[in-house]
């Protein structure tokens, strides 16, 4: 999870090379300053920003797919520190490989994307979204998780006759797993990159939900988050197979909290590219 201890342990790592930190502060700066590369034969996409009604409110998001034709869904749960330029660029990214994608704002109940980028450096924003996120009860997620499928069937650009994928990033992780229990009928693919809060002790732990899913999961663990709970991987594997639920799970060595994401202090290009590389096959085959 994005928080405290974690972002001691990103800080002593960066602080370990002169390169590492001069990139991690070069890339904060630049905010995602980096640009992804597109996958090989990319297909024009579409983008707009959508507003999408729950039980609980209006949702702001991003929404973005292939410029013709009919395509698969997923749907995007970003990290803590939200909606933003980076998660636009990956979903654009992801839509080029011919998925209709949808990314959210998880903190709509509090306050818009835009509002919560304009709050100040992460530093800031994490301190405010200690709260937000309080409203993200597991309820609410059933909420979401089947409006935001609804209005996914509904766009022209999916093919609402094959199933959906969801990812998510950080706190995002549990969301994933969260999504496929409350849709279980559309939703075949799920990848929890650098998820935190996946095992709990609690009686509504995300991993508990794991027999009421029909998705097949790719679950992608940074190195130092299996170093403080490295029981976690193998709870997992456990109800996985119980479950007879097809999951691949995996440590990635040398990849801290947050290498996934493009804007990340921490961004490992070669082991973001091979994680994304296994999305790819995992919704190649489960939305197939």
Request: hydrophobic share 45%; charged share 25%; with cysteine.
């Amino acid at each position: 999870m994005c928080d405290e201890l974690t972002t001691a342990d990103n800080e002593r790592f960066l602080a370990d090379g002169m390169s590492r930190r001069a990139f991690g502060t070069a890339a904060a700066a630049a905010g995602f300053g980096l640009l992804l590369p597109s996958p090989a034969n990319a297909l024009a996409v579409k983008g707009r920003d959508v507003t999408i009604k729950t039980p609980d409110g209006t949702v702001d998001a991003y929404f973005v797919a292939p410029a013709t034709g009919r395509h698969p869904a997923v749907l995007v749960w970003p990290d803590i520190y939200g909606l933003r330029p980076a998660f636009r660029q990956m979903a654009d990214r992801l839509a080029e490989s011919g998925y209709a994608v949808l990314t959210v704002n998880p903190f709509y109940r509090s306050l818009t994307a835009p509002a919560l980028l304009a709050s100040g450096d992460r530093a800031a924003i994490r301190a405010k979204v200690g709260e937000y996120r309080k409203l993200l009860t597991p309820q609410a997620t059933i909420h979401d998780a089947t409006a935001l499928v609804a209005f996914l069937d509904k766009q022209r650009e999916v093919d609402s006759k094959r199933g959906v994928g969801t990812t998510g990033y950080c706190m995002g992780g549990p969301l994933v797993i969260r999504t496929a229990a409350a849709v279980p009928g559309r939703v075949r693919a799920g990848g929890s990159f650098h998820g935190g809060g996946l095992v709990t002790d609690d009686a509504d732990s995300p991993h508990l939900l794991i027999p009421k899913t029909k998705a097949s999961f790719l679950i992608a663990i940074a190195e130092n988050d299996d170093a403080r709970a490295p029981g976690d991987k193998d709870k997992l594997r456990a109800v996985f197979d119980a479950a007879k639920v097809p999951a691949e799970i995996e440590v990635y060595k040398g990849a801290m909290h947050g290498w996934c994401t493009l804007d990340s202090d921490v961004y490992n290009q070669v082991q973001a590219d091979r994680a994304w590389a296994r999305l790819l096959a995992l919704f190649g085959k489960a939305l197939a």
